[in-house]
């Protein structure tokens, strides 16, 4: 039916739009955010041999780092391949939303607005999913109203298991609309449309069914369900909730108040300290601070315009140098991306976190690759740029995140297990916030661990770090450059 609807010519626009999502993406992409690396660290524990559930804690995304950990083990353990998979599932969505569009409005040229306003979102990389299933879902809706059959039936089942998995909302969201469809379609005999409901529902659960068991296994569904909700709940408030009625895009007198400068109220979570507020409102480009009270303030966006800048994404690839330059400009930025071992893009002298990359190439150089990590700060690019594991099934213990009584007692004998010479934490709240957040692992690095040193801040995100070393470990020498005790030869 869709090539019926389309001709050849808008399906060679779909390729095009695939191919300049892509580029675009892929070329502009200096740096991966921080919290994008929380799904490399995942994806890293599955590299490293750690299972799900059982070896540490799963958020509620299995597939979203599964994706990553395949990209890594076919294209190496860079930031080019996860790069390369988020840009394409992006391109993708871009590139199905133009035939979808073209499809319902009979118009090409809406099908590329509809892909247009996707590539300007400018959405981070690892949001990818979030483009791409509500338009496959709209597809594949589509086709089953078109001819709904227990072939397409079962399309629906695959369609909501694979959404689950990729992130449980997601899921919750598909197999929503999926069973509204399904009833609708059936209505004027309701017997029937309760059938039809029932088969799509038991045929989406035979095949989350091997999933369920393993969650069962190894701790239980129940207790998954917990830490996942917990994870969500500590997300939804940890660095600050957007009260979106008062952004300028959602206000009903929306005028900027400078060109390239929008307000923008924020209401942080409690709790937070002023010196967090200050380095969190500094990391999200935040300014002109103005308090209003308790813990709302008003600040000045300053970098919103420009995050959904076409022009700038298209500078950033090189392509207004011409031919010739954008592709000297790919080629330099690939190399750049493919960089190996990761850490030689990380904290590069007179670079943003010097003094944070030196610690990395620390913990790199004085620790075996079997060694793992623990960062007790929100700081999950250390995995990744150092190669080493996190420790004791948990990516950061700050801001409540795993933080109830059952997560530490399941933490501790973790990390009793394993061989974690060196756990780096905020000098600045470990005996304050750290102790009475997370009084078991406080307790337990007292007595099994030591500092050895402390650096201060670079200012922005990141902490005072201190370096603790484990007491049962035994040094082999010390470190050229930092004087630090080395766990390797």
């Known amino acids: 039916m869709l090539v019926q609807v389309m001709g050849r010519t808008q399906w060679v626009a779909a390729w095009a739009v695939f191919a300049f999502a892509f580029a675009l993406r892929l070329l502009s992409e200096d740096y991966l955010q921080n919290d994008h690396f929380m799904h490399l660290a995942w994806s890293r524990q599955l590299l490293a041999g750690d299972v799900p559930v059982r070896d540490f804690l799963d958020p509620g995304m299995p597939l979203s780092y599964l994706a990553s950990a395949v990209a890594q083990r076919l294209l190496g353990p860079t930031e080019f391949a996860e790069v390369l998979l988020c840009s394409a599932g992006l391109a993708l969505a871009a590139a199905l939303s133009f035939v979808l569009g073209t499809r319902l409005s009979g118009s090409a040229w809406l099908g590329l607005l509809a892909a247009a306003l996707q590539v300007v979102m400018a959405p981070r990389l690892y949001a990818y999913p979030r483009l791409l299933i509500p338009v496959v879902a709209l597809w594949v809706f589509g086709a089953y109203a078109g001819r709904p059959d227990v072939w397409r039936r079962w399309l629906l089942a695959v369609l909501g298991v694979v959404a689950f998995l990729f992130r449980h909302d997601y899921g919750i969201a598909v197999a929503a609309g999926a069973l509204v469809l399904v009833g609708t379609l059936h209505r004027p005999h309701w017997r029937v449309a309760l059938r039809q409901v029932a088969s799509c529902a038991g045929m989406a659960l035979l095949l989350l069914l091997p999933w369920l068991l393993f969650w069962q296994m190894h701790g239980g569904i129940a207790s998954y369900l917990r830490g996942g909700v917990s994870f969500a709940v500590a997300d939804r408030v940890v660095g600050g909730t957007w009260d979106l009625g008062r952004r300028p895009w959602f206000s009903r007198q929306p005028p ?26 500094t990391s999200l480009q935040l300014v002109d601070a ?73 913990v790199r150089d004085c620790t075996r690759p079997s060694d793992r990590l623990m960062v007790t700060w929100f700081a999950p690019e250390l995995y990744f740029y150092t190669e080493r594991p996190f420790a004791a099934g948990v990516t950061f213990l700050d801001k409540g995140f795993f933080s109830s009584e059952r997560d530490q007692r399941l933490a501790v004998p973790r990390l009793d297990s394993q061989t974690v010479p060196i756990i780096l934490v905020a000098v600045d709240r470990y005996d304050g916030t750290f102790r009475s957040t997370y009084p078991f692992v406080h307790d337990y690095l007292n007595r099994s661990y030591r500092l050895v040193a402390e650096f201060g801040s670079e200012g922005g995100s990141d902490p005072p770090v201190g370096v603790l070393v484990s007491r049962r470990a035994t040094a082999e020498g010390v470190h050229q450059t930092m004087g630090l005790p080395c766990f390797r030869s």
């Open 256 to 281: 900027p108040l400078t060109p390239r400068r929008w307000e923008v109220g924020v209401r942080w979570a409690d709790g937070m300290t002023e010196a967090e507020i200050r380095a969190a409102a």
């Open 290 to 362: 103005r308090h209003e009270a308790d813990q709302t303030w008003r600040y000045l966006l300053a970098a919103a315009a420009e995050l959904g800048s076409i022009g700038r994404v298209l500078a950033a690839t090189g392509w207004p140098l011409g031919p010739s330059g954008a592709m000297a400009h790919a080629r330099e930025h690939i190399r750049d991306l493919r960089l190996e071992p990761p850490i030689e893009r990380f904290g590069r002298p007179g670079a943003q976190r010097h003094a944070l990359g030196k610690v990395a190439r620390y």
